[in-house]
């Protein structure tokens, strides 16, 4: 190689005309992983070639569509390694620090950079349930552990999940922090007439829409005017039940496609994001908010995790405490402010630091910096 600067030796790779292949990888992708694959797929291109491989691949049409080869449905550990040897790629990146000894291995055999996303469940490992549960999490653990070490690069979507991975050994010159990131062109404000509250996520212990709902219940139907709660999980009947004993104005909605996701968040006059710490787990950065603030809509989230990191110069304002309390007064205060001024600051936060082209941006020098120092 010749002996330049690293950020010369970028310049020169960036300016060639060759193609680099990186491998994309991750232990199961069995939901819509938009937040990494689908954005990270459709913000590069060009010199670019990517290639995906999994262990368990159950993803819908959308993302397929953006795969040359996508990989079968069930592959086993020495299927990936395989693949991922045939591919030959310059650059290796796992999603998740579990489920990743093709990835570690491949990358050793070939001598390539490998670039390990941490999400954010990873990160904190909690315990896997069934009998063989501490196996489990024995084997993630490990896999977790050597990972890292093997990592040229890991990357984080928040502040609070680079202290996190700092207390796990990862050195910080290590650390790429690149944030979560939005279509902004499609999460767009809506029509001028808003009401009521809504809720957007799993409906988990996790991610507190208990607290939500109790801290409705703290406030007048003329107030808050409608609940509305869109998603799914093991919790609904409970909540449900809470909120019937809470004579709660609330309307569960069920999963939604994301347009109607999106009409439903244009819909609302304040967004709400109530998670907690629960069963060891802490919300990493979370992409709820940020969607809720492109569509213009003000939004309350939980000191918790790398939460108050998506609100405009974290305005303490819009930001509360896990608890029925301080939400029901945060939300309550807003609910009485300028919301359609607010509308605007959150919407124009969302534009300036998490529009999906920052996203391919940042991929795009952090790949060109490993490939310079190799």
């Known amino acids: 190689m010749m002996s330049v600067s690293g950020g010369t030796q970028r310049s020169l790779l960036q300016e060639d005309q060759r193609e680099y292949r990186i491998a994309l990888t991750a232990g199961r992708v069995s939901i819509p992983p938009s937040y990494f694959l689908i954005d990270l797929l ?33 592959t086993s550990i020495v299927g990936c390694v395989r693949r991922l040897i045939s591919f030959r790629p310059d650059i290796i990146h796992q999603h998740w620090a579990t489920w990743s000894t093709p990835a570690v ?45 093997a990592a040229s690069a890991v990357v984080v979507n928040s502040d609070f999940m680079r202290d996190r991975v700092a207390e796990l050994g990862v050195r910080d010159e290590s650390i790429r922090l690149i944030r979560h990131v939005v279509d902004v062109d499609k999460f767009i404000p809506g029509p001028a007439e808003r009401s009521g509250i809504v809720y ?27 609940l509305i709660i869109v998603g799914a999980g093991p919790d609904e009947s409970m909540l449900r039940d809470l909120a019937s004993s809470l ?13 109607e996701v999106i009409a439903e968040l244009q819909a609302a006059k304040v967004a709400v994001v109530p998670s907690k710490p629960a069963r060891g787990q802490v919300e990493a950065s979370g992409i709820t908010p940020l969607e809720a603030q492109a569509c213009g809509t003000p939004t309350v989230v939980t000191r918790v995790g790398g939460l108050p ?60 910096d490993l490939l310079a120092g190799y």
Do not use: W
């Not at 459709?42 to 397929?64: C, N, W, Y």
């Open 105 to 149: 291995v491949a990358a050793r055999v070939l001598r390539v950079p490998l670039v390990v996303s941490v999400h954010g469940y990873d990160a904190f490992l909690p315990r896997s349930p069934g009998a063989f549960g501490r196996v489990v999490d024995l084997v993630k653990r490990l896999e977790r552990k050597v990972a890292l070490r």
């Open 309 to 368: 990191e998506n609100i405009p110069d974290r305005f303490e304002g819009l930001i509360c405490d896990p608890n029925p309390e301080s939400m029901a007064s945060a939300v309550s205060l807003l609910l009485g402010a300028d919301l359609e001024a607010v509308g605007r600051k959150v919407r124009k936060h969302v534009v300036t630091y998490h529009h999906r082209k920052l996203l391919g941006a940042n991929f795009r020098n952090l790949y060109f």
């Open 247 to 259: 004579n709660v104005e609330c309307e569960f909605r069920g999963s939604l496609l994301q347009d």
């Open 200 to 226: 957007v996520g799993r409906l988990s212990v996790e991610k507190g829409c208990d607290i939500l709902i109790r801290a409705v219940s703290l406030m007048s139907v003329e107030t808050y005017e409608r």
């Open 42 to 74: 459709s913000s590069l291109s060009g010199q670019f070639r990517f290639e995906f491989t999994s262990q368990r691949f159950d993803a819908p049409p959308a993302v397929s569509a953006l795969l040359d080869a996508p990989p079968a449905r069930s």
